[in-house]
């Protein structure tokens, strides 16, 4: 096998690969979304509705207030970034405030 066929295939590989994996790191705390009575999708609109932009992060927490569990999305537009928290449970709006200097 030449060397461009070789790198052709693992370049393949690299790529199947990723596409295998990334929707399982589809964001942080996967693994409590069992708990939410909200999806994901409907609490990014929410968060999106709050405060509009493009979402940089996602997470889902344990986190105080509301139900205890919340989706927790950073969303940027221009330089600002403003976090927004969505209780998992409800779907209220817990948090909507300007990203500090020291991010979560």
């Known amino acids: 096998m030449d060397m461009k066929r070789q ?3 693992i370049v393949a590989i690299a790529a199947l690969a990723v596409t295998l994996v990334a ?3 589809a964001y942080t705390g996967q693994k409590l ?3 939410a009575k ?3 999708k409907e609490a990014r609109a929410i968060a999106l509705k709050a ?3 493009k979402i940089t992060d996602s997470e889902l927490e344990r986190e105080p207030g509301g139900s205890g569990l919340r989706y927790s999305f950073d969303i ?3 330089r600002h970034v403003q976090e927004v928290g969505v209780d998992a449970a409800t779907g209220a709006v817990l948090e909507n405030k300007a990203e500090g200097p020291n991010p979560d």
């Open 7 to 9: 790198n052709i295939g």
């Open 23 to 25: 929707p399982a790191l």
């Open 33 to 35: 979304r069992g708990e």
């Open 38 to 40: 909200i999806g994901m």
């Open 51 to 53: 405060h509009a932009g």
């Open 76 to 78: 940027a537009n221009g």
